[in-house]
Structures are given as structure tokens and as C-alpha cells.
């Protein structure tokens, strides 16, 4: 599955502000080249406001209990860096996949998107409920986590990677795309997102057993 994030680069344009001042932002899809573009933007700013998800690198998705017990075994010097180290193992290999929102050449946002069953922990031993309401050969790009910059938050970008997500998974024959709003009130760093931008963009949000899904049916 991870094959497809070859073909060609998907970008968005995304402008803010008046005559004089705009701001463009591209989005494009996370490729091989990019680790240490990525692995910048997680020591930089992705939580320069302090956040307690520091040092998470986006990985807890395909984190598995082996890797928490190997992690355990590290020097303890050493043990921060892991999560490093393996986010950029998966860029690099293919496997942590997603869209970047970029602007002044550097990343500021970025959203992990891949094909679902592509993911360790939204597997249906690990997370039967998510899969409630879809048949076993459909086809789901999900959406497992945002992360913008403090400095860039509030200014739609966001929903710019939700809709190049979702006009990538209509090219690319999905039948469905997923996200996992938290619930009740928004803050920043629910990494999920808000349940109303994904309503703005077209999803159905559903009840499941301790939490909601956002869901899109992209094929007619």
C-alpha cells in the first residue's frame, strides 16, 4: 500500500491576508527526501509552545509494544531519541506517510495519513469500533493526527492538508476518509482535530463506543 505515495507530488496553495501582506503556503505529500526536513519541524516548531507531545515524532501509530520494551533497554540517555530515530527509519522506508504544509521552505504543519490497515494501532484487533460501518474490502485513507506550529495555528492550515488529503484519496480510488475529532471542546493540541472542520469539509461524524469517527465516502 505504502506504493503509492510514488507518483506524482500533490500541492495546494493557500493564501492569507489582505493586498499587503499574503502568506503561501504549499502542500505536498511527505516523501523519502523529506526526513530531515521532518524530523526539523518536530525539534523546532511543532511544539516550541512547550506541549507535553514533545518528542512524540508522530509515530505512536505504528509504535508497538516491542519497540516500548526495546526503547525500556536503552540507556536512558539515549532513550529520548528513539522516537527520533525511528521516525526517520519509517520516512525513509516509506512507512510514516502523510501531507506537509510548507511555507519560507520550511515545514509548519503536517497531517499522517495512509491507508489504514497500514497502521498498528487502527488495526481491527487493536481498534475494532473505527471499523464499524464500512465492509472489509473497502479502501480508507485515515487520518490519525495534525500537528501545527504554534505560530502558524489558526490560519486554516489544517484544513488545507484535510483537503489535499481527501482530493488525494478521490484520485487515488479511496472510498472513504477518516479522521478522529476529539470530543467535546477543541484545544491546540488535540492532535485530532476539530469535529467542525471536518463537518465543514463534508464528513459524517458517527458514534462509537468511547469516541467519534469523521467519515467521508469519496465514491459515488
Known amino acids: 500500500m505504502h506504493g503509492e505515495w510514488e507518483s506524482d507530488k500533490q500541492k495546494d496553495k493557500i493564501h492569507f491576508g489582505g493586498r499587503q501582506a499574503v502568506m503561501q503556503i504549499e502542500v505536498k505529500k511527505l516523501d523519502r527526501n523529506m526526513a530531515d526536513a521532518y524530523l526539523d519541524f518536530f525539534d523546532h516548531?511543532?511544539?516550541s509552545d512547550g506541549s507535553a507531545e514533545k518528542g512524540c515524532y508522530c509515530v505512536w501509530h505504528h509504535?508497538?509494544?516491542?519497540?516500548?520494551?526495546e526503547r525500556s533497554l536503552m540507556p536512558e540517555n539515549e532513550r529520548p531519541y528513539r522516537k527520533r530515530d525511528y521516525a526517520k527509519e519509517l520516512i525513509q522506508n516509506g512507512i510514516l506517510n502523510g501531507f506537509a504544509a510548507i511555507y519560507n521552505g520550511r515545514i509548519v504543519g503536517f497531517c499522517n495519513a495512509d491507508a489504514k490497515e497500514c497502521y498498528f494501532r487502527m488495526s481491527r484487533e487493536k481498534h475494532p469500533d473505527s471499523w464499524i460501518g464500512v465492509n472489509g474490502n473497502d479502501k480508507i485513507l485515515a487520518i490519525v493526527c495534525f500537528i501545527?506550529?504554534?505560530?502558524?495555528?489558526?490560519?486554516?492550515?489544517?484544513?488545507?492538508?484535510?483537503?489535499?488529503?481527501?482530493?488525494?484519496?478521490?484520485?487515488?480510488?479511496?472510498?472513504?476518509?477518516e479522521g478522529y475529532p476529539s470530543?467535546?471542546?477543541?484545544?491546540?493540541?488535540?492532535?485530532?482535530?476539530?469535529?467542525?472542520m471536518y463537518i465543514d469539509q463534508g464528513f459524517e461524524i458517527i458514534d462509537i463506543p468511547n469516541g467519534i469517527i469523521a467519515r467521508k465516502r469519496m465514491k459515488k
Open 45 to 47: 516548531r511543532a511544539f
Open 63 to 69: 509504535w508497538t509494544d516491542r519497540h516500548e520494551r
Open 148 to 177: 501545527v506550529a504554534p505560530g502558524m495555528r489558526r490560519k486554516g492550515v489544517a484544513k488545507a492538508l484535510l483537503e489535499c488529503a481527501c482530493q488525494y484519496a478521490e484520485e487515488n480510488g479511496y472510498d472513504y476518509v
Open 183 to 196: 470530543q467535546g471542546e477543541f484545544v491546540a493540541n488535540n492532535c485530532g482535530g476539530s469535529a467542525s
